[in-house]
């Protein structure tokens, strides 16, 4: 018995870490977008990408462990009991529930890794990914001054540049109107911009130029140079600093929060939402599991091919149910706890009635066939 247990176990997890490198692939396509932006318009280097993509891995984990989860039970299943193995083992005097216990054990395994990483993980390494963006931002202030364009990043200041070669600037002209009754116009044949004071300042080192000065009485002055500080309060994008919002929150901090909120008679729906996910998520693992081989076992006749359209609908219904309840859990417009569980429990109570299914051999349900028979057309009209 414990050699088809780790059978259908070993099976299981080898689809199981497929389809979980597959999500976490797609789910970190979402913020191309932003590191593409990181990596063009601030010059950030390859290993700060890859430090980014690690820091957000433990949050879109704990999003892609349930969906991999339903992945690999469904289409594990749903090839045994095409290959008739599924009718053997029912031939061997093993019930449905006895079957599925491997893809239980895997489900709760998942459970538990999940749970670790909602709980103790995410919420520092989200913490580290807005650092690390923070850090980017102030280290590579030369990425963001244009050449031959007006830059006014630094309120009172124009700059421009004729060239900007790799954060050396060359013919730099900067006009300084942070003093209205002494306005400068600085001139330089070349110079680099940094920060300074924890980020609060931003320094620019300038060459071999001229500072035209209007003094307040009418008179006008040029002063030559061969070197020349220039210093000016940093931006807001640059000096804000790095607070803890609701993902960077760890639990205790989160009940916290609540409760202050509560005391000031304020809603805390999105913290609360934050505080059931962290449970609810994990939770998924064991729903879609067993919700997964039931599914699989049901779809026997179109084999893991057939499995495989009917998991990808199944992971965008429940992937809707979740993004929807946390919005609407979010603005208060549902109780959180309702909001944020309702994915699970309208799964697990599918999962449940396809387990008394399968166990009475029972055809499958109505949209479960209507689903398959819809992949099928879909498939025969490519073809």
């Given at each position: 018995?414990?050699?088809?247990?780790?059978?259908?176990?070993?099976?299981?997890?080898?689809?199981?870490?497929?389809?979980?490198?597959?999500?976490?692939?797609?789910?970190?396509?979402?913020?191309?977008?932003?590191?593409?932006?990181?990596?063009?318009?601030?010059?950030?280097?390859?290993?700060?990408?890859?430090?980014?993509?690690?820091?957000?891995?433990?949050?879109?984990?704990?999003?892609?462990?349930?969906?991999?989860?339903?992945?690999?039970?469904?289409?594990?299943?749903?090839?045994?009991?095409?290959?008739?193995?599924?009718?053997?083992?029912?031939?061997?005097?093993?019930?449905?529930?006895?079957?599925?216990?491997?893809?239980?054990?895997?489900?709760?395994?998942?459970?538990?890794?999940?749970?670790?990483?909602?709980?103790?993980?995410?919420?520092?390494?989200?913490?580290?990914?807005?650092?690390?963006?923070?850090?980017?931002?102030?280290?590579?202030?030369?990425?963001?001054?244009?050449?031959?364009?007006?830059?006014?990043?630094?309120?009172?200041?124009?700059?421009?540049?004729?060239?900007?070669?790799?954060?050396?600037?060359?013919?730099?002209?900067?006009?300084?109107?942070?003093?209205?009754?002494?306005?400068?116009?600085?001139?330089?044949?070349?110079?680099?911009?940094?920060?300074?004071?924890?980020?609060?300042?931003?320094?620019?080192?300038?060459?071999?130029?001229?500072?035209?000065?209007?003094?307040?009485?009418?008179?006008?002055?040029?002063?030559?140079?061969?070197?020349?500080?220039?210093?000016?309060?940093?931006?807001?994008?640059?000096?804000?600093?790095?607070?803890?919002?609701?993902?960077?929150?760890?639990?205790?901090?989160?009940?916290?929060?609540?409760?202050?909120l509560a005391r000031q008679g304020q809603p805390a729906s999105a913290e609360k939402v934050a505080l059931h996910k962290a449970f609810s998520a994990p939770a998924g693992c064991l729903v879609?599991?067993?919700?997964?081989?039931?599914?699989?076992?049901?779809?026997?006749?179109?084999?893991?091919?057939?499995?495989?359209?009917?998991?990808?609908?199944?992971?965008?219904?429940?992937?809707?149910?979740?993004?929807?309840?946390?919005?609407?859990?979010?603005?208060?417009?549902?109780?959180?706890?309702?909001?944020?569980?309702?994915?699970?429990?309208?799964?697990?109570?599918?999962?449940?009635?396809?387990?008394?299914?399968?166990?009475?051999?029972?055809?499958?349900?109505?949209?479960?066939?209507?689903?398959?028979?819809?992949?099928?057309?879909?498939?025969?009209?490519?073809?």
């Amino acid at each position: 018995m414990l050699t088809l247990d780790r059978y259908i176990f070993w099976e299981q997890a080898k689809v199981f870490f497929i389809s979980l490198i597959v999500l976490l692939s797609v789910l970190l396509l979402e913020k191309v977008n932003f590191l593409s932006g990181l990596l063009l318009t601030k010059d950030a280097s390859f290993k700060s990408i890859g430090l980014i993509l690690l820091y957000l891995s433990p949050s879109f984990l704990v999003l892609a462990t349930p969906l991999a989860t339903l992945m690999s039970a469904l289409l594990t299943f749903s090839r045994m009991a095409a290959d008739n193995e599924i009718t053997a083992m029912k031939t061997g005097g093993l019930s449905i529930v006895r079957i599925i216990a491997p893809a239980v054990a895997l489900s709760t395994l998942a459970l538990l890794a999940t749970v670790h990483l909602s709980v103790n993980v995410a919420h520092e390494w989200n913490m580290n990914f807005q650092m690390a963006v923070a850090d980017i931002l102030k280290s590579n202030l030369s990425a963001g001054i244009k050449e031959r364009r007006f830059n006014e990043s630094f309120k009172n200041l124009l700059i421009h540049v004729n060239a900007n070669k790799d954060g050396v600037l060359e013919g730099v002209f900067i006009s300084d109107q942070r003093d209205l009754q002494r306005p400068r116009i600085i001139e330089a044949r070349k110079g680099s911009i940094h920060t300074a004071d924890n980020g609060g300042t931003v320094v620019m080192e300038l060459e071999d130029g001229v500072v035209h000065t209007m003094a307040a009485e009418g008179s006008y002055r040029v002063m030559g140079y061969d070197s020349y500080t220039l210093k000016v309060s940093a931006g807001d994008e640059y000096t804000r600093p790095v607070n803890k919002e609701i993902p960077q929150l760890s639990l205790p901090e989160l009940r916290v929060r609540i409760a202050d909120l509560a005391r000031q008679g304020q809603p805390a729906s999105a913290e609360k939402v934050a505080l059931h996910k962290a449970f609810s998520a994990p939770a998924g693992c064991l729903v879609l599991g067993i919700l997964g081989a039931t599914l699989g076992l049901l779809t026997h006749k179109r084999g893991s091919a057939g499995g495989f359209g009917l998991g990808v609908v199944m992971i965008v219904i429940n992937y809707l149910l979740w993004m929807i309840g946390q919005g609407l859990g979010s603005e208060g417009k549902l109780p959180p706890v309702l909001a944020i569980w309702a994915p699970d429990i309208i799964m697990g109570a599918v999962g449940l009635y396809l387990i008394y299914m399968v166990s009475m051999d029972a055809e499958p349900p109505r949209f479960v066939r209507a689903i398959s028979n819809k992949l099928s057309e879909w498939k025969a009209w490519k073809r």
